[in-house]
């Protein structure tokens, strides 16, 4: 498969690469395009939670501009998941990357990477899609509501050092340009199945706090729109779209 690294615009502070995406998006940017951050004095995560970076890691937003339907495009969190492992498995010591519902990358059970996705409409009827990607490389936060680590902890025995941003970003970029692919040639079901192969704590117990609510069940799986299926005491499946979910022995 022949592909083309796509643009990188790198600089040494941002506010976030998420809102710099959105604000290149709001006037006109279709991309492909990197933009990532040395610094981000802003960044965020999901939820509307901070997300500490630091020098050495990699912070990161794709911004792309699809035709797909806003439901058939939140898969992307799920492609862009798988990428984010595939960089990190690369690299770390052998069965320590996992996947965390909806898109956590995690090593020895700790997490290393997170996503953030947003996206707007363009007056062609197009999304614009903004990925924001942040890998732990060489530090992690300690004052987290879940354990953080970072990638150089976790080195295979053949890795000297964690890979710079500026390899991390390559890597990146080639391991998200071929998902993408499989996406559109596969289907989102071979995305799915991808996912469900590297996660972790699925099938198994599970509490999700939504909110409005908190519920406790058994995680059986994927939805074939990604949302999680949560077995109640009762019987009933419910459909997790989105919340804060936690897993085995934190549930």
């Not at 615009?9 to 998420?18: C, E, I, K």
């Not at 990190?88 to 320590?96: D, R, S």
């Not at 004052?143 to 710079?164: C, K």
């Amino acid at each position: 498969m022949i592909l083309q690294p796509w643009p990188v615009l790198a600089f040494d502070h941002l506010d976030s690469t998420n809102a710099e995406a959105r604000r290149r998006a709001e006037v006109g940017e279709e991309g492909p395009l990197w933009i990532t951050a040395r610094e981000q004095s802003a960044g965020r995560g999901r939820r509307g939670r901070d997300w500490s970076g630091h020098p050495g890691n990699l912070a990161a937003t794709l911004l792309i501009t699809t035709d797909r339907k806003p439901a058939d495009a939140a898969m992307v969190s799920f492609v862009a998941a798988l990428a984010a492992h595939d960089v990190i498995q690369a690299h770390a010591a052998p069965g320590l990357v996992t996947l965390k519902w909806p898109n956590d990358v995690l090593v020895a059970g700790h997490k290393a990477a997170g996503l953030l996705i947003e996206s707007g409409a363009r007056a062609g009827g197009e999304l614009w899609l903004a990925i924001g990607v942040g890998l732990n490389l060489v530090w992690s936060p300690g004052d987290t509501e879940r354990p953080a680590t970072s990638l150089v902890d976790h080195l295979a025995a053949d890795r000297g050092a964690a890979p710079t941003p500026a390899v991390a970003i390559a890597e990146l970029d080639r391991a998200l340009q071929v998902r993408l692919v499989q996406w559109t040639r596969d289907g989102a079901g071979a995305i799915l199945k991808d996912w469900s192969d590297r996660a972790s704590g699925i099938p198994g117990l599970c509490t999700a706090r939504l909110g409005h609510e908190t519920v406790t069940g058994w995680a059986e799986g994927l939805a074939p729109d990604g949302a999680l299926k949560l077995r109640l005491d009762r019987g009933e499946v419910r459909l997790i779209s989105a919340g804060d979910v936690f897993f085995g022995a934190n549930a």
